[in-house]
T-cell receptor, first 110, second 115 residues
Framework: GQQVMQIPQYQHVQEGEDFTTYCNSS?????IQWYKQRPGGHPVFLIQ?????EVKKQKRLTFQFGEAKKNSSLHITATQTTDVGTYFC??????????FGKGTKLSVIP | DAGITQSPRHKVTETGTPVTLRCHQT?????MYWYRQDPGHGLRLIHY???????DKGEVSDGYSVSRSKTEDFLLTLESATSSQTSVYFC??????????????FGEGSRLTVL
């Protein structure tokens, strides 16, 4: 599987502030998936990006796939306490092995 | 969540004992995965399966074996548990026709403590 690096590892924000996490690869990715894991829970699929330069939105969440398909970002506008959790990116590139980044743990201070 | 159940959900065992974790699905999906999750390491793939009796190693397969004798069950076995295998284990299935293009559905997790 391809290695993906996710930054930052931790992020503390005041409620209402924006948040961004990045997923980077040294090689071209066929697709990128994003998952959210609430504390004590299991990862839950958020979205998949496939096309170069693709941008998708889900309410306050904006997902981007880079033009070179080597990086991706997840941006949350005006964070809420319900956004707390760890966000993972995941890539697969022609193999069965799906490689996860180490995740970004988001804390939101009310 | 795509009919995935993991058992047991919690287990405490002693070093050197064998342990088997079971992942059961009700929807006949082809691709199944075992991950472990540890602080600072995220989710790491242990083994995966692409069909009955078709399995392969992931990035952290040492000390683990798997079996898939029927579509609905994917078993993860620790032949002789060690303290380093204390972790939360997640089973996942891919609902797409190809393993690397479909979203993964995860089970609730199995928390294993090896004393």
């Amino acid at each position: 599987g391809q290695q993906v690096m996710q930054i930052p590892q931790y992020q503390h924000v005041q409620e209402g502030e924006d948040f961004t996490t990045y997923c980077n690869s040294s090689t071209t990715l066929s697709n990128i998936q994003w998952y959210k894991q609430r504390p004590g829970g299991h990862p839950v699929f958020l979205i998949q990006l496939v096309k170069s330069g693709e941008v998708k939105k889900q309410k306050r969440l904006t997902f981007q796939f880079g033009e070179a398909k080597k990086n991706s970002s997840l941006h949350i506008t005006a964070t809420q306490t319900t956004d707390v959790g760890t966000y993972f990116c995941n890539s697969g590139a022609g193999s069965y092995q799906l490689t996860f980044g180490k995740g970004t743990k988001l804390s939101v201070i009310p | 969540d795509a009919g995935i159940t993991q058992s047991p959900r919690h287990k405490v065992t002693e070093t050197g004992t064998p342990v088997t974790l079971r992942c059961h699905q009700t929807e006949n999906h082809r691709y199944m995965y075992w991950y472990r999750q540890d602080p600072g390491h995220g989710l790491r793939l242990i083994h995966y399966s692409y069909g009955v009796k078709d399995t392969d190693k992931g990035e952290v397969s040492d000390g683990y074996s798997v079996s898939r004798s029927k579509t609905e069950d994917f078993l993860l076995t620790l032949e002789s548990a060690t303290s380093s295998q204390t972790s939360v284990y997640f089973c996942a299935i891919s609902v797409a026709g190809a393993a690397n293009t479909g979203e993964l559905f995860f089970g609730e997790g199995s928390r294993l403590t090896v004393l």
